[in-house]
């Protein structure tokens, strides 16, 4: 089942005394699966946002369809099924971290035993038990992000979408939220998250999209997005004087440790490679495909895809 799923969505933003239109979101068109973590990529200005709160009804499309679990997003009763923590949240600060989840389950229609349960339920799932009477004011930011995320469960939701939720946080606290995510996932809930920092998406994401300037550039699993930089040859036995007549056949040659690695660029040029290792009396150690990274091929795709504009593309 899709979580998520989004056909030929378009929403554009206008001025009354203008004439200029601005379109955030172009033809926008993708699904994701149920049960897995989803990471929603674009620079700023890209249409993340805007494609976030067209989900969650807050704004309408000019055109096209958004669905929850095969419900349309205007429908009201799909809300009970979603929790959200947008970017920068805020909270009532003279609260406590206990009274505010409570509060937050009052706005859900939740009996009150049963959502100060869950808010302890929540708080120590989040950490945050031993701070649960402490007042907001005086929390951290990574205690005020995993205060946002627990609210965002009051509900006990299927899908959980957070924007920018790695956002600002330390090295610590980066890590506390990401394992969050990944129990999330573990207990068959979906997250779908917008970040910048590419290097924590690629590490927990089972899918990734990329969008710039409305419109939809690649979506897939994480490898399947990544573009084969090469193929680095391991091998071991060899003498320093036979891999200086190897220099023609390799763009790179390093030592590491014990091994040499013949760096090459396809697998057409790996063969000769393979046959003057075994020619010298070597003994290949192992054969490694290099990928780009996700921030690489991010980068890559938004360039290419800024260079088609400039050159009239659509």
């Known amino acids: ?171 610590i606290g980066r890590r506390e939220v990401k394992q969050i995510m990944i129990d999330l996932r573990s207990e068959g809930k979906t997250v779908f998250f917008s970040s910048h920092i590419l290097a924590d998406v690629e590490e927990m994401c089972d899918e990734v999209s990329i969008m710039n300037r409305g419109r939809l550039l690649v979506k897939g699993s994480v490898p399947s997005v990544l573009d084969i930089k090469g193929i680095r040859i391991y091998a071991k036995g060899l003498s320093p004087d036979c891999i200086a007549r190897a220099e023609p056949l390799a763009q790179s040659i390093v030592k590491e440790g014990d091994r040499w690695g013949f760096d090459v660029a396809d697998a057409a040029r790996k063969e000769p490679v393979l046959a003057f290792i075994t020619r010298e009396g070597g003994r290949v150690d192992d054969v490694v495909t290099k990928k780009e990274t996700l921030e690489e091929s991010f980068l890559r795709r938004i360039e290419e895809d800024e260079s088609l504009r400039k050159e009239g593309g659509p």
């Open 1 to 171: 089942m899709n979580a998520i799923r989004i056909d030929s969505l378009v929403k554009r933003y206008g001025w009354f005394f203008s004439r200029r239109r601005v379109t955030a979101v172009n033809q926008l068109s993708f699904a994701v699966e149920a049960k897995q973590i989803f990471g929603f990529l674009g620079p700023n200005g890209a249409g993340k946002t805007t494609t976030i709160k067209i989900l969650l009804g807050l704004v309408i499309p000019d055109s096209g369809q958004a669905t929850i679990f095969d419900t349309d997003v205007r429908d009201q009763e799909i809300k009970n099924r979603v929790g959200f923590l947008p970017d920068n949240p805020c909270f009532y600060n003279h609260l406590s971290g206990r009274e505010f989840i409570a509060f937050c389950g009052k706005l859900m229609h939740i009996e009150r035993m049963e959502r100060y349960r869950r808010a302890d339920e929540l708080l120590a799932k989040m950490g945050l038990s031993e701070a649960g009477d402490d007042r907001i004011e005086g929390y951290s930011r990574g205690m005020m992000q995993r205060l946002g995320i627990a609210q965002s469960l009051i509900n006990n939701p299927d899908l959980i979408i957070l924007d920018e939720p790695v956002s600002g946080l330390d090295p």
